[in-house]
């Protein structure tokens, strides 16, 4: 059975509406004598001004209609506000306008919560939302055809409004048919994911993460890090929702396979444990694939770059220099990879390789493989990392991606490059003597004359923002950029240079040394110092006018790359055309 949604037999307040709000947009508001709401859910509704927008994306709380009676704060947010220790850090849409989620801050620990606000269901309510889930369940499963063309979110509601019209006391368009409505979606339809649905919409989330029963279910936010949300399951529920995951995915969990790791119909990766081998009970984790990544601009504009080191590395990846993205847990490997794949050129075969799809490249001449589990545990049908990479340089590519390097496919990874395919790639180590010392031993093994063939390698770190104080935010810096330039054949070691290096006393990243590659360039007869200049101007350029949505940043640097010329002088003028760029 579904997730049930929260109910209450009184009155709350997402039913509150001021005399001033006028006419609402959407059927059914309750007139003045049915509202009912608390003095404190009715403040913290009134006090959302229309003109402002909450701090995270322009999301707002300014529509009649979510005012009225879809979505203020329940009782219990409004209960929790009133309490002088918690005070809101902020508010915004996950599904407008049914759900939202709401930051809340301890004063007296600094400790965060994340909140998932959704309109309350009455006695009444939850009565019909029980009457139509026994109906549509069986119409959704055995009756609607199982055909891509169907659009069963269109389905569902037409259904549900069939049977409502059959009952008495309830019309079509009353408002609490929509609150029902939404939660029908949210748990019997197969795209959506019952209780942690609008977790999975929150673009800032990139990890859920549910322990076990009777513990609060934690995420992971770009903006505040690991926060408990106010989603705990029961036993029973958290059982069902992970078989229903399975069975969705076509795998089998059971209790002679307990644990199981796939990909989600959105890209996203689950990773489920029964309680046969988690003492706290069944688990779960989500790691979420991102619509819109990281672009070079956005990591700039967070610190986590300065503009010198992204035009450095632009150069750098234009000219075929492989690199190797390093850092801990959190550091922000995958996201400064995905970001860089906006400098390969246009027109340049890549091929990407990954566990789980996170990688969004803009290239038309792209392949993506990813690897795959045995079907129903059998090992012959697993398809691993050193396979796909295997499969991968039989296509002939000119740039190889690949997610992450852990074990023996490092060493045709480093082959790849040692034979001219370009190549990037994140590995697990806080530095370059640890990264080194990952490479040359068990179980990646590769040879030392091999990974003098990196051209790069990025060092990334995470640590609080202010660099000390206990419960900050934290963020991410690039700490180091290193140059490998070769293999000193009297002493065995790899030469490299550190030429850009973070300093935190200041929190500055600055050059240290020159490049040893833009002198090799240099040598070649061209001229790496305006190539780099240019870049840089254009960078610079998108970070001051805070052009950071994915399409225009992959839009310039690609046109960048097709015509330096017409780019350069739109830069000059102080404005992008990107109609035009377009066209490029």
């Known amino acids: 059975m ?173 408002p609490s048919f929509e609150k029902v409505l939404y939660y029908l979606h949210r748990n019997l339809l197969a795209s959506r994911y019952g209780r942690i649905d609008p977790l999975m919409q929150d673009p800032h989330i990139e990890e859920i993460s549910a322990d076990g029963p009777g513990v609060c279910v934690y995420i992971y936010h770009r903006e505040y890090e690991n926060l408990a949300t106010n989603i705990v399951y029961e036993e029973d529920e958290l059982d069902r929702f992970i078989h229903q995951i399975a069975q969705r995915a076509g795998n089998d969990i059971s209790t002679a396979h307990p644990t199981e790791g796939m990909s989600l119909p959105d890209g996203s990766r689950v990773q489920l444990s029964l309680d046969d081998i988690s003492p706290r009970g069944a688990n779960y984790t989500v790691r979420k694939h991102a619509e819109d990544p990281f672009t070079p601009v956005e990591l700039i504009d967070l610190g986590t770059f300065s503009v010198d080191q992204m035009a450095h590395l632009w150069l750098l990846i234009e000219n075929g220099y492989s690199g190797l993205i390093t850092g801990g847990t959190g550091s922000g490997k995958t996201a400064t990879l995905n970001a860089l794949t906006m400098f390969i050129p246009p027109g340049e075969k890549v091929v990407s390789l990954e566990d789980t799809r996170e990688l969004q490249i803009p290239q038309d001449n792209l392949v993506s493989l990813l690897t795959r589990e045995g079907y129903a545990h059998e090992a012959e049908a697993e398809i691993g990392m050193y396979d796909l990479l295997e499969n991968a340089l039989r296509k002939r590519p000119e740039y190889l991606i690949v997610g992450e390097v852990r074990g023996e496919e490092a060493r045709d990874m480093f082959q790849a490059m040692n034979t001219g395919h370009t190549t990037f790639s994140t590995v697990h180590a806080d530095s370059l003597e640890s990264a080194f010392s990952r490479l040359l031993n068990e179980p990646m093994a590769v040879e030392r004359p091999l ?43 790899i030469n490299h240079r550190r030429v850009y290096e973070w300093d935190e006393a200041s929190d500055t990243i600055n050059q240290v040394a020159d490049s040893y590659h833009r002198d090799s360039l240099r040598e070649q007869g061209r001229d790496p110092d305006e190539s780099f200049e240019a870049r840089r101007r254009l960078l610079s350029h998108l970070v001051d006018e805070g052009i950071t949505e994915y399409e225009h940043v992959a839009t310039a640097i690609r046109s960048f790359m097709r015509a330096p010329g017409v780019v350069s002088k739109q830069v000059e003028r102080g404005e992008l055309d990107f109609d035009a760029l377009e066209d490029l």
Do not use: C, M
Not at 152 to 163: M, S
Not at 452 to 478: I, Y
């Open 451 to 493: 990974v003098s063939e990196l051209g790069f390698l990025a060092v990334q770190t995470k640590l609080n923002a202010d660099g000390s104080d206990e419960g900050a935010r934290r963020t991410r810096r690039n700490q180091s950029i290193y140059e490998i330039k070769r293999l000193d054949p009297d002493t065995n070691s």
């Open 2 to 174: 579904p997730d049930q949604p929260d109910t209450t037999a009184s009155g709350s307040a997402e039913q509150a509406a001021t005399a001033e709000d006028g006419p609402t947009e959407g059927p059914g508001v309750p007139d003045s004598e049915t509202q009912s709401h608390s003095a404190e859910g009715e403040a913290l509704v009134d006090d959302v001004d229309p003109d402002e927008s909450v701090p995270l994306e322009g999301h707002d709380l300014t529509t009649t209609r979510s005012r009225s009676y879809l979505l203020a704060f329940r009782e219990e947010e409004a209960e929790t506000l009133s309490e002088d220790q918690y005070s809101l850090e902020t508010r915004y849409w996950l599904n407008r306008p049914f759900a939202y989620a709401a930051i809340f801050r301890d004063e007296t620990t600094n400790e965060l919560t994340y909140r998932v606000v959704e309109p309350d269901l009455d006695e009444h309510e939850a009565k019909l939302y029980q009457d139509l889930e026994n109906q549509l369940t069986d119409r959704l499963l055995y009756q609607v055809p199982a055909d891509e063309d169907i659009d069963r979110a269109a389905t569902l509601e037409a259904q549900a409004r069939e049977v409502v019209q059959g009952l008495a006391g309830f019309s079509v368009a009353d």
